[in-house]
T-cell receptor, first 111, second 116 residues
Framework: QKEVEQNSGPLSVPEGAIASLNCTYS??????FFWYRQYSGKSPELIMF????GDKEDGRFTAQLNKASQYVSLLIRDSQPSDSATYLC???????????FGTGTRLKVLA | GAGVSQSPSNKVTEKGKDVELRCDPI?????LYWYRQSLGQGLEFLIY????????KSGLPSDRFSAERTGGSVSTLTIQRTQQEDSAVYLC??????????????FGPGTRLTVL
């Protein structure tokens, strides 16, 4: 059974701080990794995707991928109260187009 | 352009009844996914359609669940003889599945199903 693991949180950070969200996955052959943000009562929306080892930056967001250690992380710089949401990590199953989602980490940014 | 749409947005039904949930994917997207999200939980994969290929039904929790996709576009998820544990938000997503790209999914607003 292929799995994606996330700490459920809540992760609380003060406004302006860096929030660090982590995700580990079991399928060593996975190539594509995604971070979704989901506000309460809403559907997930894509923040970033990454498929090369290293860092990928987009505005205040940085995704980090380490395939050898099978983890992917999301850093949010200068966190804002509007960033408070659940962040879902998703991994595309190797050899298919099926996506495996983690249970999400709830982030609270305190004003 | 229009995003993924789902109907109804809310459905309340009695235990034992059948329900149909509908998904209209983004025009031109060949891949369509159904997920289930129970309160406070992650997304549980149900079924995946890609073009005219046989669907991947490996996530369907029981034979009470079925789905079809007509003409490679609209999809209907049917739950027969609903049970209270079927209560959840059912999310549909579509993807363009272009070769080597990331093929990110775009989600619809979901259908909240409540089985009394």
């Amino acid at each position: 059974q292929k799995e994606v693991e996330q700490n459920s949180g809540p992760l609380s950070v003060p406004e302006g701080a860096i929030a660090s969200l982590n995700c580990t996955y079991s399928d060593r052959g996975s190539q594509s990794f995604f971070w979704y943000r989901q506000y309460s009562g809403k559907s997930p929306e894509l923040i970033m995707f990454i498929y090369s080892n290293g860092d990928k930056e987009d505005g205040r967001f940085t995704a980090q991928l380490n395939k050898a250690s099978q983890y992917v992380s999301l850093l949010i710089r200068d966190s804002q109260p509007s960033d408070s949401a659940t962040y879902l990590c998703a991994v595309r199953d190797s050899g298919t187009y099926k996506y495996i989602f983690g249970t999400g980490t709830r982030l609270k940014v305190l004003a | 352009g229009a995003g993924v749409s789902q109907s109804p947005s809310n459905k309340v039904t009695e235990k034992g009844k059948d329900v149909e949930l509908r998904c209209d994917p983004i025009s031109g997207h060949t891949a369509l996914y159904w997920y289930r999200q129970s309160l406070g939980q992650g997304l549980e994969f149900l079924i995946y359609f890609q073009g005219n290929s046989a669907p991947d039904k490996s996530g369907l929790p029981s034979d009470r669940f079925s789905a079809e996709r007509t003409g490679g576009s609209v999809s209907t998820l049917t739950i027969q003889r609903t049970q209270q544990e079927d209560s959840a938000v059912y999310l549909c997503a579509s993807s363009s599945r272009k070769g080597t790209g990331p093929n990110e999914q775009f989600f619809g607003p979901g259908t909240r199903l409540t089985v009394l």
